[in-house]
Structure formats: C-alpha cells, structure tokens
C-alpha cells in the first residue's frame, strides 16, 4: 500500500521569509479579504502579522489558514461581527466560552502565535501525552483561571 504520508509536515509551521508584509497584503486585497482594511496596533494588519511571526519563527500562511479554520473569516469582504472578531483565531475559546485575558483581535494572534513558537515539529502538536501545553508565556498573558 506504500508510506503513509502525515496530513501536515513539520516545514509547514516554519517561518517563511520570503512572505513579507506586502505579499501577505497583496494577497489580501487579491482575495478582497475585510483584512486588507485592518489595522492592529496602529499598522496595517498584513505587518503585523508578518512581524509576530517573524518575531516567533510561525508560519504566516499557517495563520491565516487558523482565521479561516476558526472563524471562516479570511475569505469575506465585509468585516464579521465584532465577537467574531475578538476570538478570530479562537485561541483560548471554549465551547463553555472564553478563558479571561484571550478575547480581542490583537491579542488572539500575539497568544497564538506565541504557542505555536513552542512547537518544533508537528508531532508536538498531536502527540498531547509527550508535549505539555500551557494557555499563557509569562504572568502578562497568563489567564485567570
């Protein structure tokens, strides 16, 4: 039957570099995402991104991949509500709601792709018995449980 390949492989978590800020925002307004238009922390969202992940060596596709994933939010051209967008990555959101200190558009990928900075390879990420995940980095982000 031949090698089973993984749905994933490890490379696809990696930082690409050669996808800047302004190929992520060509992109964006090619797809006529609302994201062409968003603005976080006073810049436009596709640098933003671009510098998270740069920043924690996350792959910028694998992100935007989540928004659609989670939200289908990536492919519409009129911005979602705003609880969607306050848990557009649903990064620490529960079926029984939101863990306190995870809601809010910037900081759902400043959480997210802080995690995934903790990941060196896919196995990490669905062998959960041999990989400890914790829901905050540092006292600044950590959840009040």
Same mark, same amino acid.
């Given at each position: ?6 749905f ?12 800047t800020?302004?190929?992520? /925002? ?6 006529? *995402?609302?994201?062409? *238009? ?7 969202? %596709? ?24 939200? %289908?939010? &990536? ?8 609880? +969607? ?11 029984t ?5 995870y809601?809010?558009?910037?900081? /759902?990928?400043? %959480? ?6 903790k ?11 041999t990989? +400890? +995940?914790? &829901?905050?980095?540092? +006292?600044e ?5």
């Open positions: 039957m031949g090698e089973v390949k993984p994933v492989e490890d490379y696809m978590l990696k930082f690409v570099p050669a996808i800020g302004d190929r992520i /925002q060509a992109y964006l307004e090619k797809i006529n *995402s609302w994201l062409r *238009s968003m603005t976080a922390e006073g810049r436009p969202f %596709s640098y933003f991104l671009q510098d998270l992940c740069e920043r924690y060596k996350v792959n910028q596709i694998w992100m935007l991949a989540t928004i659609q994933k989670e939200q %289908s939010a &990536l492919f519409r051209a009129t911005p979602p509500s705003d609880k +969607v967008i306050n848990k557009i990555l649903g990064y620490g959101i529960m079926e709601g939101t863990l306190p200190g809601a809010g558009f910037e900081k /759902q990928f400043k %959480s997210a792709i802080k995690q995934f900075d990941y060196d390879q896919w196995g990490q990420v669905r062998d959960y018995e990989y +400890v +995940v914790k &829901l905050y980095d540092d +006292v982000d950590r959840a009040d449980l």
